[in-house]
Antibody
């Protein structure tokens, strides 16, 4: 079965960096695009970034563009989110999401909490 | 960006009774390829979202048939024919027709 396991979250000071990882299993990772979607405490969902199945294209939300970088290693079945210059408003649970056929967010990880606080 | 607006924001329902959630987009969600990339997600308390419906009306794998989706263009509806206790939580509509992908603000379904 499809499994997505995020890691790397934690408490970080404003302006610092953090790298999230998402280990995938149960499907052919190199055939699927992958997204990061976040959810601030008590709030709704916000799309963050996407990477194509082969890493050829990457797109970002305006709110993180220039600060966050998505990447992947298909030999390790892992997608990453490098987050630099973190702000308090980046505090959220970050979900790794598979991009399925028909442009759908079809499988979600359990999420990893990032807290940006002094 | 396409704005997704859901109504109501909160829906107290009686077990066994139907429920309905509306989602309106600020622009047509018909893609140039002819498809409409409107999906519905369900998030139980403390859990990640899970996919219920894609392309307006297609139930995802394992989703009970009491869930149905309908609509076209800019107006869409999720219906639960008979609400069960496990259906509580927040429901989100989301569009993938136009970058960036956007979500509705969520509708909380709770049992009366």
């Amino acid at each position: 079965q499809v499994q997505l396991v995020e890691s790397g979250g934690g408490v970080v000071q404003p302006g610092r960096s953090l790298r999230l990882s998402c280990a995938a299993s149960g499907f052919t990772f190199s055939s699927h695009g992958m997204h990061w979607v976040r959810q601030a405490p008590g709030k709704g969902l916000e799309w963050v970034a996407v990477i194509w199945y082969d890493g050829s294209n990457k797109y970002y939300a305006d709110s993180v563009n220039g600060r966050f970088t998505i990447s992947r290693d298909n030999s390790k079945n892992t997608v990453y989110l490098q987050m630099n210059s973190l702000r308090a408003e980046d505090t959220a649970v970050y979900y790794c999401v598979r991009w399925g056929n028909w442009k759908i967010f079809d499988y979600w990880g359990q999420g990893t909490l990032v807290t940006v606080s002094a | 960006d396409i704005v997704m607006t859901q109504t109501p924001l909160s829906s107290p329902v009686t077990l066994g009774q139907p429920a309905s959630i509306s989602c309106r987009s600020s622009q047509s969600l018909v893609h140039s390829d002819g498809n409409t990339y409107l999906s519905w997600l369900h998030q139980r308390p403390g859990q990640p979202p899970r996919l219920l419906i894609y392309k307006i009306s297609n139930r995802f794998s394992g989703v009970p048939d009491r869930f149905s989706g309908s609509g076209a263009g800019t107006d869409f509806t999720l219906k639960i024919s008979r609400v069960e206790a496990e259906d509580v939580g927040i429901y989100y509509c989301t569009q993938a027709t136009q970058f960036p992908w956007t979500f509705g603000q969520g509708t909380k379904v709770e049992i009366k």
